[in-house]
C-alpha cells in the first residue's frame, strides 16, 4: 500500500483547506478493510491523531481539539480520503499524514501499517 497525502497550504486563519490522501495497492479493497487515519505534527512536538474512519465509512472519530471543525471522509471507488478543515487556527500548523490500519481498536494510536509522506499545512494569524 502506498499513500499520497496532498492540499496542504498557507491559509489564513479562519479559513478552510482539504486535504487528500490518494491509496494505491489493497487499502481501499473490499477484500482487506483498512480504516483510514489522519495525523499531524508540529514542530518539536510529537504526531497526534487528528480523525480516522472506517472502511465502510460508518464509523468516525476525531481529536477533541478539532470536533466540529474538521470532517474525515472516503471515496472507496476513487481510493482516496479527505480531510475538510474548516475554522482553521494557527495551532492546527502541522504536517498532516494519512496512515492505513485494518485494527479500528487502534486508530488513535500510531501502530498503523502503512503511512503517507505528510503535507505541510501552515495557519497564519
Known amino acids: 500500500v502506498q499513500l499520497q497525502a496532498s492540499g496542504g497550504g498557507l491559509v489564513q486563519a479562519g479559513g478552510s483547506l482539504r486535504l487528500s490522501c490518494a491509496a494505491s495497492?489493497?487499502?481501499?479493497?473490499?477484500?482487506?478493510?483498512?480504516?483510514m487515519g489522519w495525523f499531524r505534527q508540529a514542530p518539536g512536538k510529537e504526531r497526534e491523531f487528528v480523525a480516522a474512519?472506517?472502511?465502510?465509512?460508518?464509523?468516525?472519530n476525531y481529536v477533541d481539539s478539532v470536533k466540529g471543525r474538521f470532517t474525515i471522509s472516503r471515496d472507496n471507488a476513487k481510493k482516496t480520503v479527505y480531510l475538510h478543515m474548516n475554522s482553521l487556527k494557527p495551532e492546527d500548523t502541522a504536517v498532516y499524514y494519512c496512515?492505513?490500519?485494518?485494527?479500528?481498536?487502534?486508530?488513535?494510536?500510531?501502530?498503523?501499517?502503512?503511512w503517507g509522506q505528510g503535507t505541510l499545512v501552515t495557519v497564519s494569524s
Open positions: 496512515a492505513a490500519v485494518k485494527t479500528w481498536r487502534v486508530i488513535t494510536t500510531t501502530a498503523y501499517e502503512y
Open positions: 495497492g489493497r487499502a481501499f479493497s473490499s477484500a482487506d478493510t483498512y480504516a
Open positions: 474512519i472506517s472502511w465502510s465509512g460508518a464509523s468516525t
